[in-house]
């Protein structure tokens, strides 16, 4: 039987409330981290990768993937930095490569790395999960942001639910929901105001999706050289939610943008992060197909699962539930281990990840970063350990 997937867990650091500790009781091998206190634009310097390396291999496991080493709005606008912080994102992927970490994640997400609009959504079972309600967010954007061009973006009827939606709501509602909106900023636990959002939100007038696939294109074409020549492989996490959102472009949502990423820069460090639970949010995504197709390219896998609902809105499933048939994507990705164990590749264990658990037990006395509980995890890692063992078991008898 071929190796097993390679099981890690995104931890945030000291400060997270899950310990690592924790995170061993989970049977997870690798950790998933980057050094959140270092502004986005700024070089890891050796001797603070190696603090933080040092910190996860006490803990008894392997530095596995960053996740992320943020890519600058400079780069994503063409902005007058944008040199310089090529030169210092060239910079951190040689350290990490000095000190042994040589899997780096990243997206290239204009102003937001992710955005919901309830992080405490309630299922049957009393579990907490994540929602994205389209009808909260077209009511922040039109009526709470204001945004210029937002009522172009939108259908009469979506205007009125949205605003039947906002009316809705009470004080302490309206202000947990958009303080939810405002949390995405990368790198950062800081919500931010609506007036900093539109600054934000103004960095990127002009830029529309050809010319953010042309910055991302010209980032690519700088960095992938390097990171070759230091065995780094970096892999680009796609878009959450995968459509437009605040007049924002989208560049990473589809199997043609993939495509795009990988001819942008063709090489073995150009690759992808797999995230069922980000491509399964459109129902045009056919996810056992683009593994079946894209395979080649995963260096990172993040294995959730969502609820697709009629109006655009989804929520958090469990991780063999939902949208997605996690059994198809699964068989495929252990043919691609196949594949790459035939062609003599040793990247067959790829890093593979639980991703947003629900909040579950214990979970809900610890006040985790959204998504990341260690209990609704650590069920989730279990799903998929028994879910590839069968799916293995089962390939193997044929």
Known sequence: MINNLEETFRWYGPNDAVTLEAISHTGATGIVNALHQIPSGEVWSLDEINKRKAIIEAGGFTWSVVESVNV???????????????KNYIETLKNLAAAGIKTVCYNFMPVLDWTRTDIDYRLPNGASALRF????????????????????????????????????LDKQEKETMINT???????????????????????????????????????????????EKVGVKM?????????????LPRIVSTEKDLNDVIN??????????????????????????????????????HLRNVKREADGSFYEDNHLEGSTDMYAVMKNIVLEQQKRQKAGRTDIAIPMRPDHGHKLLDDFNYKTFPGYSVIGRLKGLAELRGLELGVKRSLSSL
Do not use: W
């Open 264 to 301: 942008a820069a063709p090489s073995p460090s150009n690759g992808l992060t797999y995230c069922t639970g980000s491509l399964g949010a459109r129902g045009d995504n056919d996810l056992p197909g683009i593994v079946e197709r894209l395979g080649q390219h995963f260096h990172f896998l």
């Open 181 to 227: 909106v405002m949390a995405g900023l990368p790198g950062t636990t800081d919500v931010l105001t609506v007036d900093q959002f539109k600054g934000f939100l103004s960095k990127y007038q002009g830029i529309d999706a050809q010319t953010l696939k042309a910055n991302m294109a010209y980032f690519l074409r700088a960095i992938i050289p390097e990171a």
């Open 133 to 168: 309600h389209a009808p909260a967010l077209q009511a922040f954007d039109l009526y709470i942001l204001e945004r210029e061009g937002a009522y172009n973006d939108f259908t009469p009827e979506q205007q009125k639910v949205a605003k039947d939606y906002l009316d809705s």
């Open 72 to 86: 600058p709005d400079s780069i994503k606008i063409a902005g007058a930095d944008r040199e310089q912080h090529i």
């Open 235 to 247: 892999c680009v996490h796609p878009d959450d939610p995968p459509f437009p959102i605040f007049g």
